[in-house]
């Protein structure tokens, strides 16, 4: 086969991509909707809620704190020039709750739970536990994946908003305390231009939707990977860059969409 | 793990987001504002009212009583309609005015109430008559070097 011609690779290209595509999409469909068909494990869910999202919590804390206290230090540095420090409680809160709150969040979630939910899928379908559940009549995209995919769509907007709400308290301690803003000012002008539906419950959308296509990405990633040892290894690799590329890019259509 | 202890965890998992949710809505959002749901409605309108928003406070004396609900531009008058909501504790006096100011040189701008001295009160749904817009500053800095530059001009 003349792989070095270009049209010929770009012809192997699509018709490598585009039916992967279209498996990929149908899986998304038949594991989400396994809860309306009843074919759905109410306590794997909770499992799954336990492991993805109980279990990230104190990473998330961790990066939310230092997160705000950041945006604490480098709000302040170039407010103080404009005199203008009195916004900083605003910009702490709108930039944590509209994009920093859930895109770190979908990050974090993705290199701390996609990865291990690529490799463990992944080593579930090396060693053939998949396959024996099919030959059992266990359905593994309802037994193994719904759980899953609903349990990321659930978690991601809990550990968002506690992102935010920490982060928001380590932006305090920074700007209040130590660079001695006013606390009055801080919390009030806060209150006054952070909207609930425009900024707060938009940034949870953008929170589940993250939620959902992390999961996507790291199941079908375990799903279709090679049955070996390098194969798992390297769709562990593949599910964090394409998940962390994908949460960045679907962001920028999210924010021109909701905001 | 035994179940029984993840779904201790997972209660607690959600509990903690409820509460994380609830704390934003009231102390970073502007929930807690909504207390003037119950309150009655006033108009007002100005010839300009700069940029007075939707949710801008009504003060009187700098004490937040109600907030702007809707502006609209009145197409006979081609002034704007203001309305707003006040809180139903205060009863304003029929002779009350308002007036847009700005809060600080670059803050927001809100309504404020000056409160007149007749008995009668202003009821629900009342419009108040002597009103006073927003400045302009462009409008003044404007006049001021015009002013300046006429003030020159003159002197030679």
Redesign the interface.
């Known amino acids: 086969m003349k792989e070095d011609f270009l049209v010929p690779r770009i012809g192997h290209a699509v018709r490598e991509t585009v039916p992967r595509m279209g498996m990929a999409a149908r899986f998304l469909v038949s594991s989400l909707t396994a809860p309306v068909r009843r074919d759905f494990s109410f306590r794997q869910w909770l499992r799954q809620i336990f492991g993805l999202g109980v279990l990230s919590l104190a990473l998330m804390v961790v990066a939310a704190f230092f997160t705000g206290m950041v945006l604490g230090f480098q709000g302040y540095y170039a407010l103080v020039r404009f005199g203008a420090t009195s916004a900083l409680g605003t910009l702490i809160a709108l930039s944590l709750l509209r994009e920093l709150g859930p895109v770190l969040t979908a990050l974090l979630f993705a290199g701390r739970a996609g990865s291990a939910l690529t490799a463990e899928i992944g080593s579930m379908k090396a060693t053939e536990q998949l396959d024996a559940m099919e030959m059992m009549a266990v359905n593994p995209l309802a037994w193994v994946v719904a759980p899953r995919l609903w349990g990321g769509i659930f978690a991601v907007p809990i550990l968002c908003t506690i992102f935010d709400l920490v982060g928001i308290f380590g932006g305090y301690l920074v700007s209040v305390p130590i660079l001695g803003v006013d606390g009055g000012t801080f919390w009030a002008q806060m209150q006054a231009n952070v909207s609930f539906h425009g900024d707060i419950l938009n940034g949870l959308i953008k929170a589940a939707c993250f939620g959902l296509v992390v999961t996507w990405i790291a199941t079908w990633q375990g799903f279709s990977a090679h049955p070996t040892a390098e194969g798992v290894g390297s769709a562990t690799t593949r599910s964090v860059v394409m998940a962390s590329l994908a949460v960045l890019g679907l962001d920028f259509i999210l924010t021109a969409l909701l905001f | ?1 035994n ?1 029984r202890s ?2 201790w ?2 209660g ?3 509990l ?2 409820i509460v ?2 609830a ?3 009231l ?7 909504f207390t003037y749901g119950r309150g009655y409605v006033l108009h007002a309108s100005f010839s300009n009212v700069g940029s007075l928003k939707t949710r801008s ?1 009504v003060k009187i004396g700098g004490v937040t009583i109600g907030e702007v609900t809707d502006i609209q531009m009145n197409p006979k008058t081609f002034m704007a309609e203001v309305t707003m909501r006040i809180s139903p504790r205060i009863r304003l006096p029929a002779d009350t005015g308002a007036s847009i100011y700005t809060a600080g040189l ?1 803050g ?1 701008q809100y309504i404020s109430i000056q409160p007149g001295g007749m008995p009668q009160v202003l009821s629900p749904g009342a419009t108040i008559t002597m009103t006073q817009g927003a400045v302009n500053i462009d409008q003044l800095i404007g006049q001021m070097v015009f002013s300046k530059a006429s003030g020159t001009s003159a002197g030679h």
């Not at chain 2, 102390?27 to 504002?33: D, H, K, M, Q, T």
């Open positions: 793990m179940q993840i779904d965890w997972v607690i998992f959600v903690l987001g994380a949710l704390v934003l809505a102390r970073v959002g502007n929930l807690a504002g406070p670059l927001e």
